[in-house]
């Protein structure tokens, strides 16, 4: 029997301070940054629910029961200061991976019939936690910028305009390519972090802006001297590179996404 899923989103705010108390001020600020200040967050959370289509009413869970034990779920959290409103966090830093485990820690497995399999948490614009039974990722978002023109060596304009397009333009065209990376763990005890925030600010910086940003990607880069630089090569490229450097540091990248456009969107995993 086919197995459906449903999804059931929800937002909340809190305020929070990130920081260690057995650690001194300059320590705290090392590890968090700003947010070892107090600050605000917005959140969305999506949980993913999956099931068999009851024959009596046509639903896997119905949302009427879902609904107030979601509005439950986030009561705590909603409009609370952390780590000050719930003594859950007195041990815990409240970052957006611990936030996530809370929130599946304390919702039923199963409502009617239907299993959590995934829960999905966004802190404001660039930081998302996935979390399923097995595994948990964080992501990080980044933008940056890169010319590149689709054509093969072997072909002349007219063959590599029949193939690509208007992608194959001899000037070649850009884009603010939007890309997330994803690293596989738990949540280290101290910071709370699967992996600090600064730490992959810094790899990406170094190892994907100052190769790629505002570069022409078939001139200026040799990782492209005999490869296409279409996006899912530039994908898998930006993976190979970052899972390398980030196993290094003692990381796991578990998935790369690219956005090149509105409409285009390319994704390399482990």
Known sequence: MPVVSLSRRAAFSLGRRLFQPD??????????????????????????????????????VNIADLKPLISQLIAPLDGAFLPDSLAEFASVRPTAENLALFLWRHFPSTVAGATLTELHLEEGARVRVDKTSRTMIVSRSFEFAAAHRLALSDLDDAGNMARFGICSNRAGHGHNFNLSVGVEGTPDAQTGFIIPPHVLDKVVEEEVFARFDHKHLNEDCPEFRDLVPTSENLALVIFGILGERLEREGF???????QETAKNGFEVTR
């Open 23 to 60: 650690w001194n001020d300059e320590r705290n600020r090392a590890a968090f940054g700003r947010d070892f200040g107090p600050h605000g967050a917005n959140y969305a959370l999506e949980l993913v629910f999956s099931g068999h289509i009851s024959p009596e009413d046509g639903m896997i």
């Open 252 to 258: 796991r990248l578990a998935r790369v996404h690219l």
